[in-house]
C-alpha cells in the first residue's frame, strides 16, 4: 500500500507544493501546527529514521539544503524555524514515509511538551 505521501508525490493526491525537484517533494501540511509548516519528503520512501543507510546521506542532506531555501523563500530565516522529524509511536510518526516538518512564522515555545 503506497503511502499517503506517495499518493501527492505521483500527483494522485492534491497538495500545496512549494519545492519539488528530482529527489524531494516539500508541500504544506494539511493541519499546520504553526503559520508556516511545510513537509520536506524525498521521492524514495524511507519508512522512518531507523531506515536511513549510507546511501541516504546525499538525500538527508540535500532535504537540509531545501529547508533553509523554502525558509528563506517564506521570510522566516531570520526570525528562525524548527525542523522536526518524527520517529515511531514515541516520536508522534503519523505517515511511514520519512520527511522534515519545517515548522515557523511564530516563537515555537519550548521543544518538548513537560
Ligand atoms: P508525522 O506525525 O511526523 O508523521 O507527520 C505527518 C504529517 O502529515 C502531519 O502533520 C499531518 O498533518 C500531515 N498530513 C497528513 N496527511 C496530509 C495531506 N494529505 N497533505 C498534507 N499533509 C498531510
Known amino acids: 500500500m503506497p503511502t499517503i505521501f506517495e499518493r501527492i508525490i505521483s500527483g494522485e493526491l492534491p497538495a500545496t ?3 519539488r525537484d528530482e529527489r524531494v517533494v516539500a508541500f504544506r501540511d494539511v493541519h499546520p501546527r504553526a ?13 522512518t529514521a531507523n531506515d536511513v543507510a549510507d546511501d541516504d546521506e546525499a538525500l538527508l542532506g540535500h ?3 531545501v529547508a533553509a531555501r523554502i525558509a528563506r523563500a517564506e521570510g522566516i530565516a531570520d526570525s528562525g524555524y524548527r525542523l522536526i522529524v518524527n520517529c515511531n509511536r514515541d516520536g508522534g510518526q ?14 515555537l ?5 513537560p
Open 17 to 19: 507544493i512549494v519545492h
Open 35 to 47: 503559520p508556516i509548516h511545510v513537509l520536506i519528503v524525498p521521492h524514495r520512501p524511507i519508512p
Open 63 to 65: 532535504m537540509f539544503v
Open 94 to 107: 503519523e505517515v511511514y514515509h520519512l520527511h522534515m516538518h519545517l515548522l515557523g512564522g511564530k516563537p
Open 109 to 113: 515555545g519550548p521543544m518538548v511538551a
